[in-house]
């Protein structure tokens, strides 16, 4: 145990730090996983690792649960709302969250740092991105997006002051363990057949196996200061419907509309779900993504990272397979929920 590695993993208890935690394991390192007080630790039941209950809103708390000297801290505490509701909070934990674990990071001596970013930090752009794309996240009204973009640039200060960092630019990611990102619930939509229409967009995805490795490889050779974005398979959200009706059964989309009807259906539904006091899946942020191409150009990370490109098709099977073994996938799968 001694001569192992150390880990710091940051929302631990989420969809994509619970991964990490158990590729970590799997790799030999000792983790200690913080996660919010009061957090839901399902996702990390049964795993070996060392909890510890962290406000990263709070100095103190990261002074406290990160060791001297640890060898790896993988920041993955963020609100990951796509939406203007909360907005000024998603701002707090992704910008000044972010800041105050890359300063406990320098203090505590950490040796390498990695952040896990969004390819929302770039923005939308009518081209397959890459790492030398310029951001336009600023100009969007995506919060979620202008938050992930402006905690890079903590992270670039952070550099700038001597920490060994490195960032990482996850397209959409899928898998086992999610129960709260977006295609969780489009995957419950289709199953209960309450979906009939879908915006003309496009995105990149990637598996959270897949991810989680490449974090990993990311802080053993990563290169300091550098982005890496995750993606490889790419597909149009019709599409998408499609693959996922042939695993879970239900209704895809069979209509695609304009962009402009969608992104206006999509403020329709907001304002209900705002008047009744609950969420939904469709925000006018989220209609946005929806009818927008979101590519990206992953060689880089496939070179310097050994990344492996994972079918739709397996991805989505194995984020089913889950989510039926853990009684998560249901009939009636709502637009608005409390």
Same mark, same amino acid.
């Given at each position: 145990m001694a001569n192992?590695? %150390?880990?710091?993993?940051?929302? /631990?208890?989420? &969809?994509?730090?619970?991964?990490?935690?158990?590729? @970590?394991?799997?790799?030999?390192?000792?983790?200690?996983?913080?996660?919010?007080p009061g957090a839901n630790l399902m996702r990390l039941a049964g795993v070996d690792v060392t909890l510890r209950a962290c406000n990263i809103m709070v100095p103190s708390?990261?002074?406290?649960?990160?060791?001297?000297?640890?060898?790896? %801290?993988?920041?993955?505490?963020?609100?990951?709302?796509i939406t203007h509701r909360r907005s000024s909070k998603q701002m707090e934990v992704n910008v000044d969250g972010t800041r105050n674990v890359l300063n406990a990071a320098t203090e505590r001596r950490c040796r390498r740092f990695l952040f896990t970013s969004s390819m929302g930090a770039f923005g939308m752009h009518p081209h397959r991105i890459d790492e030398t794309t310029a951001s336009n996240a600023m100009a969007l009204p995506i919060h979620y997006f202008q938050s992930k973009y402006l905690g890079e640039i903590e992270v670039e200060k952070a550099i700038d002051r001597g920490l060994d960092a490195v960032i990482m630019n996850p397209s959409n990611v899928v898998g086992p363990r999610d129960t709260i990102n977006i295609w969780a619930t489009?995957?419950?939509? %289709?199953?209960?057949?309450?979906?009939? /229409?879908?915006?003309?967009?496009?995105?990149? &995805? $990637?598996?959270?196996?897949?991810?989680? +490795?490449?974090?990993?490889a990311c802080i053993e050779r990563g290169k300091t200061g550098e982005r890496y974005l995750l993606?490889?398979?790419? =597909? =149009? &959200?019709?599409?998408?419907?499609?693959?996922?009706?042939? %695993?879970?059964?239900?209704?895809?989309?069979?209509?695609?509309?304009?962009?402009?009807?969608?992104?206006? /259906?999509?403020?329709?539904v907001?304002?209900?779900a705002?008047? +009744?006091?609950?969420?939904?899946?469709? =925000?006018?942020?989220?209609? @946005?993504?929806?009818?927008?191409k979101m590519l990206?150009? $992953?060689?880089?990370?496939? +070179?310097?990272?050994?990344?492996?490109?994972?079918?739709?098709?397996?991805?989505?099977?194995?984020?089913?397979?889950? @989510?039926?073994?853990n009684n998560l996938l249901t009939k009636t799968t709502p637009w608005v929920w409390s």
């Amino acid at each position: 145990m001694a001569n192992k590695k %150390i880990a710091v993993v940051t929302g /631990a208890e989420g &969809f994509i730090g619970s991964s990490l935690v158990r590729e @970590l394991i799997k790799a030999d390192w000792k983790v200690i996983a913080l996660h919010r007080p009061g957090a839901n630790l399902m996702r990390l039941a049964g795993v070996d690792v060392t909890l510890r209950a962290c406000n990263i809103m709070v100095p103190s708390h990261l002074a406290l649960a990160i060791p001297e000297n640890v060898h790896a %801290i993988f920041h993955l505490a963020a609100d990951l709302r796509i939406t203007h509701r909360r907005s000024s909070k998603q701002m707090e934990v992704n910008v000044d969250g972010t800041r105050n674990v890359l300063n406990a990071a320098t203090e505590r001596r950490c040796r390498r740092f990695l952040f896990t970013s969004s390819m929302g930090a770039f923005g939308m752009h009518p081209h397959r991105i890459d790492e030398t794309t310029a951001s336009n996240a600023m100009a969007l009204p995506i919060h979620y997006f202008q938050s992930k973009y402006l905690g890079e640039i903590e992270v670039e200060k952070a550099i700038d002051r001597g920490l060994d960092a490195v960032i990482m630019n996850p397209s959409n990611v899928v898998g086992p363990r999610d129960t709260i990102n977006i295609w969780a619930t489009y995957i419950g939509l %289709i199953h209960s057949s309450n979906i009939p /229409a879908i915006g003309p967009g496009a995105s990149s &995805f $990637c598996h959270v196996r897949e991810v989680a +490795r490449s974090m990993i490889a990311c802080i053993e050779r990563g290169k300091t200061g550098e982005r890496y974005l995750l993606g490889g398979d790419d =597909t =149009t &959200f019709l599409e998408l419907g499609k693959i996922i009706q042939r %695993i879970v059964g239900g209704h895809a989309p069979r209509i695609v509309v304009p962009a402009w009807m969608f992104r206006f /259906a999509a403020n329709v539904v907001s304002r209900y779900a705002w008047l +009744r006091g609950g969420h939904t899946f469709l =925000t006018p942020e989220m209609a @946005l993504v929806i009818s927008s191409k979101m590519l990206v150009d $992953c060689s880089k990370a496939v +070179r310097d990272l050994d990344y492996k490109v994972t079918s739709l098709e397996e991805m989505f099977r194995d984020e089913v397979e889950w @989510l039926k073994e853990n009684n998560l996938l249901t009939k009636t799968t709502p637009w608005v929920w409390s």
